[in-house]
């Protein structure tokens, strides 16, 4: 019997439509990352995976696997902050100093790192 002639044929029918409909999960919510990020980091993030690996199209779904790996852990906050520890952390000079000399640089980096590879090995992008 179909959802809409349930609907239709009595009122414990509308109460069973009502319960069916909203006991459903919401369209593609059930994989959604715990934090959401805006659009546009997470483009960014997957534009530059991609040209990391291959700099392949196929690569796409593993690349946006991976930014939704990643935040499954850390709020968009944390995301910023340790990504931008990561990135530069190899900075020459007194400027980079800031971004490899303090335990807690060290710290986000690695994590940051490691939750990266994590995700890229879950989604396919680096074979074991």
Same mark, same amino acid.
């Given at each position: 019997?179909?959802?809409? %002639?349930?609907?239709?044929?009595? $009122?414990?029918?509308? /109460?069973?439509?009502?319960?069916? @409909?909203?006991?459903?999960?919401?369209?593609?919510? &059930? +994989?959604?990352? #715990?934090?959401?990020?805006?659009?546009?980091?997470? #483009?960014?993030? /997957?534009?530059?995976?991609?040209?990391?690996?291959?700099?392949?199209?196929?690569?796409?779904?593993?690349?946006?696997?991976?930014?939704?790996?990643?935040?499954?852990?850390?709020?968009? +906050?944390?995301? #910023?902050?340790?990504?931008?520890?990561?990135?530069?952390?190899?900075?020459?000079? &007194?400027?980079?100093? @800031?971004?490899? +000399?303090?335990?807690?640089?060290?710290? $986000?980096?690695?994590?940051?790192?490691?939750? &990266?590879?994590?995700?890229? %090995? &879950?989604?396919?992008?680096?074979?074991?």
């Amino acid at each position: 019997m179909t959802m809409q %002639r349930l609907c239709q044929q009595s $009122t414990l029918g509308l /109460v069973s439509c009502a319960l069916a @409909i909203f006991s459903l999960p919401a369209s593609g919510d &059930e +994989d959604a990352p #715990v934090y959401n990020y805006p659009t546009q980091a997470r #483009v960014e993030y /997957v534009n530059e995976c991609i040209a990391k690996h291959e700099d392949s199209l196929a690569n796409m779904y593993q690349c946006s696997c991976t930014i939704d790996r990643i935040a499954n852990v850390l709020n968009y +906050d944390e995301f #910023v902050n340790a990504i931008t520890f990561a990135r530069y952390s190899g900075l020459p000079g &007194e400027g980079g100093g @800031i971004f490899r +000399d303090s335990d807690q640089a060290r710290a $986000t980096a690695k994590r940051f790192r490691e939750l &990266e590879t994590q995700a890229q %090995r &879950e989604c396919g992008l680096i074979k074991s």
